[in-house]
């Protein structure tokens, strides 16, 4: 009996021993979550035509940003990203107030007006929903659509004829639904290139961006930007008008989370 009971022990002490063990779960992939902002600094001109009233003439304005720099008010730029996965939010918001009173920078477009300034505060803000439709690890593509917030306060003083001066205010806000599309490719070593495109029209006739920069990575947090940037809108609304484009070169740094 004692031999028979060793036997068996041994023998389930055997088959334990053989036992596999369980299946370790494989990891969580890790969430493809970024959130990233970035502050820039965008070195703009100013073009296009302006008016504020319907009984004066518009102004032709033709502005560097040497000019606007020194006659600038104020001036705030952020730009932020969310992304999860596939899908994510772009948002860009600029705030530039100027006023301008050199003759050759702001001509008005009528026979008789001797001169004119101009002092404008412009808020842009675009916001804009994305799908990666295309991601190779080096190449990403994105599809965008939102819309384009501006408010515009422009306010003109006329001079004519060197002895009378006219002044007239006035200020709009509107919405313009715009689609696009966003490409990066990575070149190596931290470098890379970006480029973004939209188009739209609603209350305006039509505004449109084009941006192109050249990126480099410091880590995995934080990295930079450096390129040209176009903007353009076509607004009228009664005797408003606002046909302008901004344009130059811009830099920003940006933090990832």
Do not use: C
């Amino acid at each position: 009996m004692l031999l028979a009971a060793a036997t068996g022990w041994a023998g389930a002490v055997q088959a334990a021993d053989m036992t596999p063990p369980a299946p370790v779960p494989p990891p969580l992939p890790l969430p493809d979550v970024e959130i990233r902002l970035t502050p820039f600094f965008w070195a703009s001109g100013l073009s296009g035509t302006v008016g504020a009233r319907r009984n004066l003439p518009t102004v032709d304005i033709d502005v560097s940003f040497t000019e606007i720099l020194r006659n600038l008010d104020f001036a705030a730029m952020m730009a932020g990203e969310y992304r999860n996965g596939r899908w994510g939010v772009l948002a860009d918001l600029t705030y530039v107030a100027v006023s301008l009173d050199r003759g050759r920078d702001v001509v008005p477009r009528a026979p008789g007006f001797t001169g004119a300034s101009l002092s404008s505060k412009t808020f842009t803000a675009t916001a804009t929903g994305f799908y990666r439709f295309y991601d190779s690890g080096a190449f990403t593509a994105d599809l965008l659509a939102g819309a384009r917030v501006w408010s515009v306060s422009a306010d003109l003083d006329l001079n004519v004829a060197g002895v009378l001066a006219l002044s007239a205010g006035s200020t709009h806000s509107w919405v313009d639904p715009v689609a696009g599309v966003r490409v990066h490719a990575e070149l190596g070593n931290g470098f890379g290139l970006s480029g973004y495109g939209d188009i739209g029209a609603g209350s305006s006739r039509l505004t449109w961006e084009l941006r192109g920069t050249v990126d480099y990575s410091f880590n995995a947090n934080w990295a930079a930007s450096i390129g040209y940037r176009h903007l353009a809108v076509d607004y009228r609304r009664g005797g408003f008008v606002y046909d302008t484009s901004f344009s130059g070169p811009i830099a920003g740094v940006s933090y990832r989370f």
